[in-house]
């Protein structure tokens, strides 16, 4: 969860929760009412507008929401007796979710806004000042959304870039093809405009976000070769663009890592060698019931062809574990996969049940302890190796992009390639630079080195 803090007249505060593409959309959303007068504002009891932009992957995440809503309305009522006025808006997944019931639950809310229709805040803003009732805006007119989006102000040296939404895939674990529609893809002028835009803002590094981010597909612009591109060619296309020196991408899903993207992985020298491919599983069985679409030996066979492209590469994962059905046997499945692979990073969850999604009423639910202890080996091998691959890195140099001041005084945070944190002694001035930095230590969660001078060996 992630907040916006800053006030200056108008004041709106967002609470953002869940992914990386709430954090995006948030960032828009502050973008869009930057010409109204909105500044950002330290905390909700300060703001004019208050909005809760919501994840619903999570069990219990419409409560958690409900739970601050009522938070919000003391204060809301609080600024009334005051003679002040807050809005109130829910956005995001739990508002496309559960709008009717926000509404009829939590009558101080002033708008209810899903993903795909917050390009609409200016209007529905001023829908809410004239009292025209309850304003609930879910529809999935994502094309629109695109052609809308206002132009940002970076904030720093590392940008998200939207390029996909939706997903077709419908796991039988997920709401996201509910709460945010089919796959859309922006278009390829749309996308190089606005990373273009970010470029001359002194944005060095662009992650390429969207629900299943490498099936984006789009015809190819004139002039270019290929009728229809694929999100290869788009991060080769990218990479041409002076100023971005960095390109991620994320979240992928195993069924479109298609041949051009795996090429681009092994050729293009600004994508990063850092991929977030989830598998959920490692029981052929258990993939089935979620309706993956592939299986645990297609996977394997995929990261070995991308780790014959790009041998530096490291790899991220997402896993689920007690999905309903899943026996001892098929949880080692899962524990066998991470072996055989070694992963750099993961996430790992227990299962929980979604209302609406076809897991919710499967039968032969897990137990919530066999959960927790499956949850809790499967962390204890994947932090094992997470730690193992950061180690690995001593005694190396890595070109680290710096974003901001660290703790300390002089020292300054940066990203290697890995997406690893790395904490250097280091002048200000190198704030949006990228530097060769030996590694000399580790942290729980971070690297820790020392700049390479110009003319010391970088090896």
């Not at 299943?212 to 597909?217: F, I, K, M």
Request: glycine residues 10%.
């Amino acid at each position: 969860m992630t907040e916006t803090r800053r006030k200056q007249g108008k004041s709106v505060f967002i609470r953002t929760y869940g992914c990386q593409m709430n954090v995006y959309d948030s960032e828009r959303m502050a973008g869009l009412l930057k010409p109204l007068g909105y500044g950002l504002a330290d905390a909700p009891d300060d703001a004019d507008l208050v909005i809760l932009n919501t994840c619903h992957i999570r069990e219990k995440a419409a409560e958690k929401v409900y739970s601050e809503l009522g938070r919000l309305k003391k204060m809301k009522s609080e600024k009334a007796r005051a003679g002040g006025d807050m809005k109130i808006a829910v956005a995001g997944c739990v508002a496309q979710a559960e709008g009717p019931e926000i509404t009829a639950r939590a009558r101080h809310v002033d708008m209810v806004v899903g993903p795909q229709a917050y390009h609409r805040l200016p209007e529905l803003l001023a829908r809410a000042a004239r009292d025209d009732g309850d304003i609930l805006e879910t529809d999935f007119a994502v094309d629109e959304k695109f052609d809308r989006l206002a132009k940002r102000s970076a904030d720093g040296p590392t940008a998200f870039l939207t390029i996909q939404e939706g997903c077709d895939k419908f796991c039988t674990f997920c709401v996201v093809p509910y709460t945010r529609g089919a796959e859309v893809s922006r278009g390829v002028d749309a996308i190089v405009a606005e990373a273009r835009a970010l470029a001359a803002q002194g944005v060095r590094e662009i992650t390429l976000l969207g629900q299943n981010v490498n099936a984006w597909r789009s015809a190819a612009p004139s002039g270019e070769s290929g009728a229809r591109w694929g999100l290869g060619e788009l991060c080769r296309h990218l990479a041409k663009i002076d100023g971005i020196e960095r390109i991620r991408f994320t979240t992928s899903h195993p069924r479109d890592m298609d041949d051009g993207l795996i090429a681009a992985l092994g050729e293009e020298t600004k994508l990063m060698p850092y991929l977030h491919l989830p598998v959920q599983a490692g029981s052929d069985k258990i993939l089935k019931a979620m309706n993956r679409g592939h299986t645990a030996a297609h996977y394997i066979r995929q990261i070995e062809q991308i780790r014959a492209a790009r041998p530096d590469i490291a790899i991220s994962g997402d896993f689920i574990v007690g999905f309903p059905g899943e026996t001892n046997e098929d949880f080692e499945g899962t524990l066998a996969l991470v072996e055989e692979i070694g992963y750099a990073s993961a996430y790992s969850f227990k299962y929980s049940r979604r209302p609406g999604t076809p897991g919710a009423v499967m039968p032969k639910q897990v137990a919530e302890p066999e959960k927790d202890e499956r949850l809790a080996r499967l962390q204890t091998l994947l932090e094992a190796q997470r730690r193992d691959f950061n180690q690995r890195q001593i005694g190396g140099v890595l070109p680290v992009l710096f974003e901001k001041p660290g703790r300390h005084e002089g020292q300054l945070i940066g990203r290697s390639p890995y997406l690893q944190s790395v904490h250097v002694t280091a002048p200000q001035s190198m704030l949006g630079s990228i530097a060769p930095v030996r590694i000399d230590d580790t942290t729980p969660n971070a690297l820790a080195g020392v700049l390479v001078k110009q003319g010391e060996a970088a090896a």
